[in-house]
């Protein structure tokens, strides 16, 4: 089978302002997987987007320090508070899909692929060029 890319959509729900949205694209080289490998891919996929967003941004910053050699302490001051993150470990993407698969079984998301929900990590799901994936995570309302 050839490789073919789909979308998930990711929305937060329970939040006070306007909901949260979110598209990836996962790459698939089988039509059918379990519920638990497609949470593997789109957290993966997740991971490569973020840390390629951050490097963007970590080049534009330091683009800044070339344009402005004489960069003054108030812009350090802000690299610094923005990369402070810089410092810390690299989560690893098999942390983050464990999380995210507890996750799951704790209800805090819902996978819906085809406006149907999945409910296990085991489930077998087809996904076809046209599925519409659809992962919504559930946050509390304030005061109740």
């Known amino acids: 089978m050839t490789e073919r890319s789909i979308a998930i ?3 937060t729900l329970g ?12 790459s698939l080289m089988e039509e059918q997987l379990t519920v ?19 490097m963007l941004k970590r080049l534009a910053v330091e683009g ?9 302490r108030e812009q350090r001051a802000r ?3 923005f990369f ?5 470990s690299q989560p690893t993407s098999e942390m983050e899909v464990e999380k995210a698969w507890r996750a799951f079984e704790a209800g805090l998301y819902l996978l819906l ?6 409910k296990s990590l085991d489930e077998k799901i ?4 046209d599925a519409q994936v659809q992962f919504l995570r559930l946050t509390p309302l304030a005061g109740g």
């Not at 957290?43 to 967003?53: G, S």
């Not at 402070?84 to 810390?88: E, G, L, N």
């Open 36 to 54: 638990a490998e497609l949470i593997r891919l789109t957290v993966e996929e997740r991971i490569r987007e973020v840390l390629a967003r951050h």
């Open 79 to 81: 690299e610094d508070v």
């Open 9 to 11: 959509q990711t929305l």
């Open 113 to 118: 692929i085809n406006k149907r929900r999945v």
């Open 64 to 72: 800044r320090d070339v344009l402005s050699p004489f960069a003054g």
């Open 84 to 88: 402070a993150s810089k410092h810390m």
């Open 15 to 26: 939040r006070r302002e306007t909901p949260e949205k979110g598209h990836v694209c996962v």
């Open 126 to 129: 087809t996904l076809t060029a």
